[in-house]
């Protein structure tokens, strides 16, 4: 397939282009490479892809509406892999413009783009931040998702309701992930697994909300691109069972549909520390602080359905990935 994909200098985009070149896919990416964090991050996961056969890089801002259409009508891609967002819930509590220009008016210009283009399948990022407040784990896509706690999460619940309404209005196939908590190699520097690694290195301290009472669902980057690549192969169909009685949450009689993609085993916060601990040879300096704002206390993700449909497995232990992402900073910092 000929596939466009959107935030490819980001972390999962750089794994996404990188399994498509593998498998003999074309790659058309697109990254606007702001200063969220530093850009010579994003610089050199561009010069991993620059060279491979099939890949073309243009630096487009979704929230470009006249770039973003000209890039489609030169592409005419068959698939689009959607990445590209304004990330991080604690920065959406002082940059709140920024998610507005880049997660509603740029998903808006993606989807004016497909209607006006038809790909087979439009593949795009949720978060599993959308869960907000619910408290029933693992979290289901079957289960109201209606109190977000962040302006992201906020966002991201507004992209699943404008794919689902193209989707129902223009016959678009379109699917929602709802990730879970990403990590490994080449990973974003904001995320706590960085931070702490980071931290750990340079003997400084680390910060645990909520006192460590947390737990997060830590998916490693291969199983989610495995993920990614089940779906965008099966463009999904009008589901026979939406209008069930009583109605089914994640189904629809357009061809959308939403998944969480995640690993189904969370790891408290104590204990994901610990383990960095061990991989690093480092003595933690742990500060605790109280709940963030916008932060939530445990996420789990119930993958059954995605199991269900795509064979997804998710097979990577929290020891084994962080190993990798441990290497890697070695490696990537010269420490």
């Known amino acids: 397939m000929n596939v466009l994909l959107t935030g490819v200098a980001g972390f999962i985009g750089l794994h996404c282009a990188r399994a498509l070149l593998a498998r003999g896919d074309a790659v058309v990416g697109i990254d606007n490479l702001n200063d969220y964090y530093d850009p010579a ?17 243009e630096r487009v801002d979704v929230a470009d509406a006249d770039g973003l259409g000209a890039l489609f009508a030169r592409a005419q891609p068959d698939a689009v892999i959607h990445l590209a967002a304004q990330a991080g819930v604690r920065y959406s509590l002082t940059h709140p413009r920024a998610y507005v220009d880049s997660n509603l008016v740029g998903f808006a210009n993606l989807l004016e783009c497909c209607r006006r283009h038809r790909p087979r399948h439009l593949v795009y990022a949720s978060s599993s931040s959308v869960y907000g407040a619910n408290t029933r784990v693992p979290f289901s896509v079957a289960e109201p998702a209606d109190h977000p706690v962040s ?20 016959a678009i196939p379109a699917t929602g992930l709802r990730f879970f908590t990403v990590y490994g190699p080449w990973g974003r520097p904001d995320m706590a697994y ?18 460590g009472e947390m737990a997060r669902d830590f998916t490693y980057v291969d199983d989610i691109v495995d993920g990614v690549l089940r779906v965008l192969d099966r463009a999904p169909s009008p589901d026979p069972a939406w209008c069930a009685d009583p109605p089914q949450l994640g189904r629809s009689r357009a061809p959308h549909r939403l998944y969480n993609i995640g690993h189904h085993a969370p790891v408290s916060l104590l204990d994901f520390v610990a383990v960095l601990e061990r991989l690093t040879g480092r003595r933690a300096r742990t500060v605790m602080r109280p709940m963030a704002p916008g932060d939530v206390h445990r996420t789990c993700a119930d993958v059954d359905a995605l199991m269900r ?9 929290i020891e084994t990935g962080l190993a990798r992402f441990v290497d890697w900073y070695r490696s990537y910092h010269r420490v």
């Open 41 to 57: 991050l994003k610089q050199a996961r561009l010069a991993l892809l620059a060279d491979a056969p099939g890949f073309s890089f």
């Open 151 to 170: 302006l992201y999460a906020a966002t991201k619940k507004a992209n699943e309701a404008m794919a689902h309404a193209y989707s129902d209005l223009y």
């Open 194 to 211: 960085y931070s702490f690694t980071r931290a750990l290195f340079e003997d400084r301290e680390i910060e645990l909300f909520n006192h």
């Open 309 to 317: 449909d795509t064979g997804f497995a998710p097979a990577t232990p």
